[in-house]
């Protein structure tokens, strides 16, 4: 079963990044840095490697926003080469607040990106290449980000746990 919650692979999130961000209509970039967290949950099936990602990110663009992003959902899926695993994301943004030239809310921004990790004993470590459309709802206007992040999952303990119950228990009478 997909994302299966007492098998499929859990770990935390971290990751740190570099982020180019360009206003719309604008041709000028600016250069900031993101911080994010969350988890992940991966089956893995053969050579394939499917999951979804959960993360909040805190950017600071320092000529353009400071920006936090609440709750980005990504949905993954790629190949295994032994220890290697390069996967593509797809997923949104559910909401971001930013405070620069005013006050920035939206709603719903997409993003796409591709990756490459690597597999250890008990975390899994990656460098991965993203690109977002910054949907602005109210205040400045939307924006195009591009970035590249290095993140590190270390394993969590599954979602859930089966528990085997013994006749001597009174709720199963």
């Keep these: 079963m ?4 007492y098998t499929a692979r859990h770990a935390s999130l971290l990751s740190l990044g570099v982020v180019g961000f360009r ?4 041709a000028r970039e600016t250069r900031g840095y993101s911080l994010a967290f969350g988890e992940a949950i991966t089956t893995l099936r053969g050579p394939f490697v499917t999951g979804l990602v959960e993360e909040s990110e805190l950017r600071l663009v320092p000529r353009d926003a400071l920006s936090l992003s609440l709750r980005r959902y990504q949905w993954e899926a790629g190949l295994r080469f032994g220890p290697l695993e ?9 909401a971001h607040l930013d405070v620069g030239h005013g006050f920035s809310f939206g709603l719903l921004s997409p993003r796409v990106g591709v990756g490459l990790w690597w597999k250890l004993a008990h975390a899994r470590v990656g460098v991965s290449a993203f690109t977002e459309y910054f949907w602005r709802w109210v205040g400045s206007d939307s924006a195009f980000v591009h970035g590249l992040t290095l993140e590190l999952q270390p394993d969590s303990a599954p979602l859930l746990v089966r528990t085997t119950s013994s006749p001597s228990d009174p709720a199963q009478r």
């Design 86 to 94: 390069p996967t593509a994301r797809v997923g949104f943004t559910l």
């Design 23 to 26: 206003l719309l209509p604008e």
């Design 2 to 5: 997909l994302l299966n919650p």
